[in-house]
Nanobody
């Protein structure tokens, strides 16, 4: 079955950087888009970033543009989220998701499989 395992979360101070990783198995990784979403306490799960199957197309939420970068290594079945200049409002559980199509989407409905999440906490 499909497994997505996130890692790299933690507690950092504002302005710091983190890189999240998501290792995928059980799916044709290089054929589907991948995405990152996040959910803060008491809030809905929000789109963060997505990348097309070949990595040539990316899209970001306005709140993270210029600070976060999504990338993928199809040889390693892994997608990454480089997060720079972190802010307290970035605090959330971050989820990796495997898309249904070659191009990514900001809608959670376009993703078929989800990881268990990794906690990112940014202190002020």
């Amino acid at each position: 079955q499909v497994q997505l395992v996130e890692s790299g979360g933690g507690l950092v101070q504002a302005g710091a950087s983190l890189r999240l990783s998501c290792a995928a198995s059980g799916l044709a990784f290089s054929y589907v888009a991948m995405g990152w979403f996040r959910q803060a306490p008491g809030k809905e799960r929000d789109f963060v970033a997505t990348i097309s199957r070949g990595g040539g197309s990316t899209n970001y939420a306005d709140s993270v543009k210029g600070r976060f970068t999504i990338s993928r290594d199809n040889a390693k079945n892994t997608v990454y989220l480089q997060m720079n200049s972190l802010k307290p409002e970035d605090t959330a559980v971050y989820y990796c998701a495997a898309g249904r199509y070659a191009l990514g989407s900001g809608s959670a409905h376009s993703y078929d499989a989800w990881g268990q999440g990794t906690q990112v906490t940014v202190s002020s």
